[in-house]
């Protein structure tokens, strides 16, 4: 795209590609190793070496992985949403269009403006932690702010990525990495995305131990772009269950994609209890019980839900996606309150300034937002819901368990019992989350190539 020239050769992804798949076509042994994360789209992940697991991938909680036989609904390639792979669907940059309706983008969504909240605290985070790195780790984690390793994000745990890995650096280096995440993000922002790193170790813990991705340290960082207060650049972090991509021009930031997730969702690490995505649930919650009956049928498309909904994961940045459910033009002024409130839980995982600027863009197409829902509607109940408009895409789906209560007799209150997958009995005890800038935001693609048309 306009010139850059990826520095990552195309025959490593492929490289890339043909380890996820091999690990698939390994058979029972090798689909076994998956953890904790979705089985609905392309495929395995490939990680750095050490456990007994092929590639360091963990080997199931008691109960094991998949059961004998078992492969992810969508096969090497296959379509969904969670993303195994990405694999075979990942999109190249070049090719990016991001999630439409009906594959047709709408044009003149976004801008280049001045939103006047500064980026310097973010840059300043940036490039300190950069500088604190040796040649070799800075070398391995820089890429062309278009680069194709923006869309090479999964959430799954033994994905092979690329990158500095936190555990890999000393202390003081991570403390860096987290002085970052903390200009970037809210408090709220950074908070869960350290629990979730916790939980990931909890599981790791709960697995038995010696798996170097089940841990706090398996966490990476890519830098797309030089850190800047006027040229375009970017970072991203990422690991099991989480992937933060964090675009910055000027003093505009798009924090899209955005997945964060865990399994379990509340245990108790060194000591600590930790209940993550409560505050999800409940806004989900709040907004459907406000709605009337009328508005309910027209929400919920069915009390049933599968082990796994999510539609705009991983490898899915080109996702079609229809419009489903009510749309919010007539709601009450108190339900259209309960929406904000909704979609302010998930922007406001970025730093407040950048949030209140992307609730006014949520705000202005706020008529042409949809609300949907599949699943049960008590507190306790495992469901799925979607919030939807030109410019914001949010999608809540509480899974089956796949590594965390697979044994009945092992499973902890709410754990529920049972093999996961899209065929499992979901739970609360395993949820993601996303959410994406649709018509092309994702990644800032569109205010890129807004400024490379215009400034250059």
């Not at 025959?11 to 979705?38: E, F, P």
């Not at 391995?140 to 959430?155: G, I, K, R």
């Not at 009337?292 to 049933?304: F, L």
């Amino acid at each position: 795209m306009h010139g850059h020239r990826p520095r990552t050769p195309e025959a490593d992804r492929s490289r890339r590609w043909l380890m996820n798949k091999a690990l698939l076509a390994g058979g029972v042994a090798a689909v076994a190793t998956m953890t904790g994360c979705s089985s609905d789209a392309s495929d395995t992940a490939t990680a750095s070496s050490s456990s007994g697991a092929p590639n360091g991938a963990h080997s199931g909680g008691p109960g094991g992985g998949m059961p004998t036989g078992a492969m992810p609904s969508g096969g090497p390639g296959g379509g969904g949403g969670n993303g195994m792979g990405p694999g075979q669907s990942e999109v190249k940059y070049a090719d990016f269009k991001g999630v439409s309706t009906d594959g047709t983008i709408t044009d003149g969504l976004y801008s280049i403006h001045s939103t006047d909240v500064s980026t310097d605290g973010i840059v300043k985070a940036a490039q300190a932690f950069l500088d604190g790195l040796t040649a070799k780790e800075r070398k391995s984690c820089t890429f062309d702010v278009d680069n194709d390793e923006w869309l090479a994000w999964s959430n799954v745990d033994g994905y092979q990525r690329k990158g500095v890995r936190m555990g890999d650096i000393t202390a003081t280096k991570r403390n860096l990495g987290y002085a970052l995440l903390g200009a970037a993000l809210s408090a709220d922002g950074l908070t869960q995305t350290r629990n979730i790193m916790k939980l990931n170790a909890f599981l790791g813990d709960y697995s038995g131990g010696n798996r170097e991705t089940l841990t706090e340290g398996a966490y990476f960082f890519t830098f797309m772009g030089t850190p800047s207060t006027t040229e375009p650049w970017g970072f991203q972090y990422e690991g099991h269950h989480v992937a933060i991509n964090y675009f910055v021009l000027g003093d505009q930031v798009v924090m899209a994609p955005t997945f964060m997730g865990s399994e379990p969702t509340s245990a108790t690490y060194k000591g600590e209890k930790i209940t993550l995505f409560k505050t999800e649930t409940k806004a989900g919650l709040t907004l459907l019980r406000s709605l009337t009956a009328a508005q309910r049928a027209k929400v919920i498309s069915s009390t049933k839900k599968s082990g796994d909904d999510m539609k705009a994961g991983a490898g899915q940045d080109n996702a079609k996606l229809a419009y489903q459910g009510l749309v919010a033009k007539d709601f009450t002024s108190a339900q259209r309150q309960h929406l904000l409130d909704l979609v302010r839980v998930y922007v406001g995982n970025m730093n407040d300034g950048h949030a209140e600027v992307k609730m006014s863009e949520v705000e202005d197409h706020l008529d042409a937002t949809y609300f949907y829902w599949m699943g049960e509607t008590k507190d306790s109940s495992a469901f799925y819901y979607r919030v939807h408009s030109p410019v914001v895409l949010i999608e809540y789906d509480a899974q089956s368990p796949l590594a965390y209560g697979t044994k009945t007799s092992n499973a902890s209150p709410g754990a529920g019992g049972g093999m996961g997958g899209p065929n499992g009995t979901p739970t609360q005890q395993h949820i993601h989350t996303i959410i994406r800038t649709p018509n092309g935001g994702d990644y800032g693609v569109d205010l890129l190539k807004l400024h490379l048309d215009n400034d250059h």
